[in-house]
């Protein structure tokens, strides 16, 4: 298997630097084995603040198609953990009992003035099934890759079973590792495993209401996962995860208007992304200070200020075809407006452009966006230019808003 053999797409332009290290990293990753060694993505793991875990998992059931499987309870934490299949990743909500927890996760947030308002809520990071995990952890050693110890994991509250790279400078995400048979059921090595009444509720409330209003069946798995970073560290930041996992690299696309670009990697092993979401990089084209020089809107670096770098928002795909005579995702999108769920903008794209898109207003409980997208036919990108701008404008918009409420509470 060659991670180069793939088709590159997009019009930024990368630096030299990028382009020979693309080809480095990726020829000696293939060569020592890790790409084969290194398989889909298992799990996401979010956390968010004491008492804001059952609402989080009523409004994912409702708003995606996972359900609420079971939660374990360590010292310090709550996981609770949500299942479409075993063909698409886990999602681990945990919930920080103590609200002056400290600890590496939350030091990431404390540091920027709107994450700093809820410093135990973040995207923490992707969990990968590997075929050896102990030949992973040793090849990404001799490649310098960090990671935790299984003391510091313990003393994290991370599942035991798992290997954990230390979060990275560029986006402040982990990557876990994990052993785990294909044709094995995931379990997770953390503490006392039991069904929540409280979150059970809220999860059969979600799943009533989806399965009443007719999305059961068009909301389909997690297609993407965005993350903003800053501009300076958008190729440390791909080739960083290139190197960390069995991605490749699908191509950029410069965003002119909105002073930014998107950057898209896939996985070697899944060309369906419902099974392995792909990875996606936002970063401004230039660095804030030259703003004022450049006379450009720059909400993509506003956002990372305000935020740090971090996971903006997890994209749902939505089942192609019509129902009550509308694009699914326009009936998506109107039944959750229909129950009081906000977005940032109308549904934008058409079919003849090969998808619609959407963003959720961010929830009050993660910070995060939910994207819906759907693609028309066989349509394989993941935006086109002009909707790119649109969802960045509105996202920009909101954060705007934020960041003055923020400034006005402190």
């Excluded at 035991?160 to 379990?187: F, L, Q």
Aim: charged fraction near 25%; include cysteine; hydrophobic fraction near 35%.
């Amino acid at each position: 298997m060659s991670s180069l053999d793939f088709p590159r797409y997009g019009d930024k332009q990368n630096s030299p630097f990028f382009e020979e290290f693309l080809v480095r990293l990726l020829e000696q990753r293939d060569r020592v084995g890790l790409t084969d060694l290194i398989r889909r993505i298992d799990a996401l793991m979010i956390t968010v603040e004491p008492g804001h875990s059952v609402p989080y998992v009523g409004e994912l059931c409702l708003m995606t198609p996972y359900h609420y499987l079971i939660t374990l309870e360590s010292e310090s934490h709550y996981t609770h953990v949500l299942r479409i299949d075993m063909s698409a990743p886990d999602i681990l909500v945990r919930e920080v009992k103590d609200p002056n927890t400290q600890g590496i996760f939350r030091s990431l947030n404390e540091v920027y003035p709107i994450g700093a308002h809820k410093p135990n809520s973040r995207y923490m990071g992707e969990v990968f099934r590997v075929t050896d995990v102990h030949d992973v952890v040793e090849l990404q050693k001799s490649r310098d890759v960090r990671f935790f110890n299984q003391d510091q994991i313990r003393k994290l509250e991370m599942p035991g079973n798992m290997a954990i790279v230390k979060p990275s400078p560029y986006t402040h995400n982990i990557v876990g590792y994990w052993e785990r048979p294909e044709r094995d059921i995931r379990v997770y090595a953390l503490g006392w495993s039991t069904v929540r009444d409280d979150v059970q509720a809220a999860y059969l409330e979600a799943k009533e209401a989806r399965a009443t209003l007719g999305l059961e069946s068009l909301l389909l798995p997690i297609d993407h996962l965005a993350t903003r970073i800053y501009s300076q560290n958008r190729e440390a930041a791909i080739l960083e995860w290139l190197t960390l996992t069995s991605y490749y690299y699908w191509g950029s696309y410069d965003i002119v208007s909105q002073n930014s670009s998107t950057n898209v990697t896939k996985s070697v092993h899944h060309a369906n992304e419902l099974e392995s979401p792909a990875k996606v990089f936002t970063a401004a084209n230039h660095p804030y200070f030259v703003n004022h020089l450049l006379k450009l809107p720059s909400p993509t670096e506003a956002f990372v200020r305000n935020y740090g770098p971090r996971l903006h928002h997890l994209a749902v795909a939505v089942r192609d075809g019509e129902t009550a005579g509308k694009a699914n995702i326009d009936y998506v999108v109107d039944t959750l407006r229909d129950c009081g769920k906000d977005f940032l903008l109308d549904v934008i794209g058409s079919k003849e452009e090969g998808l619609k898109q959407i963003f959720s207003s961010a929830s009050e409980y993660s910070s995060l966006i939910v994207e819906y997208v759907q693609r028309f036919g066989d349509f394989q990108g993941f935006f086109t230019k002009d909707n790119v701008a649109e969802l960045t404008h509105a996202a920009g918009v909101e954060e705007s808003l934020r960041a003055l409420e923020a400034e006005a509470g402190s």
